[in-house]
């Protein structure tokens, strides 16, 4: 299952969940349903050492072994010791590739949930990011519909908050850097906890580990910041905060986490065979935040997006519809943005003459250059002040594909044109 990428503000983000685990028991034979010794990691590229690192960290536990030579790791939870891996401690032995394969299959064959999240630690090193909320259980102690999706939801806010936070620091963005943050999270991996009551994401070394060090930061200074303004009624702690990845979308995020439950936690686990990030804790504390919450950080969304201001930008555009109420006078136009602001589109409100600008230059395949302010409401995606309207010269290849967008939209457009 796959989430879309262009999904609007507050939406969903483009998580890949990994198929569930099948772990605690000995599993199908080999060439069986569910046996994928083929999608293992290979025996001969896995560093004993960070498996050793993943295993005690998904509760596993070191019950013996010849020491220097390999340990037994049994799986957490009641009859862990009726089953056990055995993992070389280093590759200076000749047997150890073949102990490393042994514990790879069995891991893939088990029962045990975290044995799936293993795998994957080994498969794409990865730093870990895990949400759990306390909320009431199910009649079967899983959590409700509604309960999972709005674990899933804040937790795709969070992870975008960092991505965003990533392009460049603001109280508010809006629609600004929103494709690009996006993007970026496209190689996350996530898995749930049994009963749902968890979630933990896989953000790839090589491609996120930016969003998960700015997640990190931003998160112990958004909690720092609510312990200051419930201890003293202050609001300053969250104008400094933003330099650390604080924002409303970040605020919203953690509302949205802890509406409705008792209590939530966000921790990081960074990936062991890169090790901890500069400036970060090896092993960071899980932060924490409660109902007692809210109104500090309802309030601090509503003060970065009331101080954000707005923006002097040169917008270069592709005129993608047209709108005026009658023949002639000022008109609006939506423009996807080519160049001069990091938003998909904007709304241009034009006088008369720059309207009729506009148009033709659309009918003769060009875009438009046009000077004004990003506007904060609407989430940056209204320009005002417009001013130095004027058709811009593309390359050939950019002018047909304009002109077959008029094409394929002229009966909008001779309605829009107005008759002009």
């Given amino acids: 299952m796959h989430w879309p990428i262009d999904e609007p503000e507050g939406g969903s983000l483009p998580f890949r969940p990994h198929p569930p685990a099948s772990v605690g028991d000995p599993g199908p034979p080999d060439g069986a349903p569910g046996a994928t010794p083929d999608a293992l990691p290979d025996p001969a590229r896995v560093d004993p050492l960070v498996l050793g690192a993943l295993l005690d960290r998904h509760g596993w536990r070191r019950r013996g072994g010849a020491a220097g030579r390999y340990a037994r790791w049994s799986p957490p939870g009641p009859g862990g010791h009726r089953t056990s891996l055995l993992v070389p401690e280093s590759r200076a032995f000749p047997d150890c590739e073949d102990l490393l394969g042994e514990a790879l299959t069995a891991l893939a064959r088990s029962g045990t949930p975290s044995a799936r999240e293993v795998l994957v630690g080994l498969g794409l090193p990865s730093d870990e990011i895990r949400w759990t909320r306390d909320v009431p259980q199910g009649l079967s102690g899983a959590l409700t519909w509604t309960a999972q999706e709005q674990l899933r939801s804040a937790a795709r806010q969070l992870l975008l908050a960092g991505a965003l936070a990533v392009r460049g620091r603001a109280g508010y963005y809006g629609g600004r850097h929103r494709r690009q943050a996006q993007a970026s999270l496209e190689s996350v991996v996530v898995g749930a906890a049994p009963g749902g009551r968890g979630l933990t994401a896989f953000v790839p070394v090589d491609t996120g580990r930016p969003v998960a060090v700015r997640l990190y930061h931003a998160l112990y200074a958004a909690r720092e910041a609510v312990d200051y303004q419930r201890a003293t009624g202050g609001m300053e702690a969250f104008d400094t905060a933003v330099q650390a990845g604080v924002s409303r979308e970040l605020t919203e995020a953690l509302v949205a986490l802890v509406r409705g ?7 990081l686990s960074w990936a062991p065979a890169a090790g901890a990030p500069e400036g970060c804790a090896a092993r960071p ?18 003060r970065y997006m009331s101080d954000e201001p707005s923006v002097p930008v040169r917008i270069t555009g592709a005129v993608v519809r047209m ?35 506009a148009v033709h230059a659309h009918l003769v395949g060009l875009p438009i250059r046009v000077v004004g302010r990003l506007e904060r409401r609407g989430g940056f995606r209204r320009l005002t002040d417009a001013s130095d309207v004027v058709p811009v010269q593309v390359d050939d290849a950019e002018r047909d594909r304009l002109m077959k967008a008029l094409h394929e939209n002229v009966d909008f457009f001779e309605e829009a044109c107005g008759g002009d």
């Fill in 261 to 267: 439950a008792e209590g939530a936690g966000i921790a």
């Fill in 285 to 302: 504390e899980p932060v924490e935040f409660s109902p007692g919450d809210l109104p500090a950080l309802r309030e601090a969304g509503a």
């Fill in 323 to 357: 709108r005026r109420s009658g023949a002639r006078g000022a008109g609006t136009v939506r423009l996807r943005v080519l160049a001069g602001a990091e938003v998909p589109h904007v709304r241009v409100a034009l006088d008369e003459e720059a309207y009729r600008t």
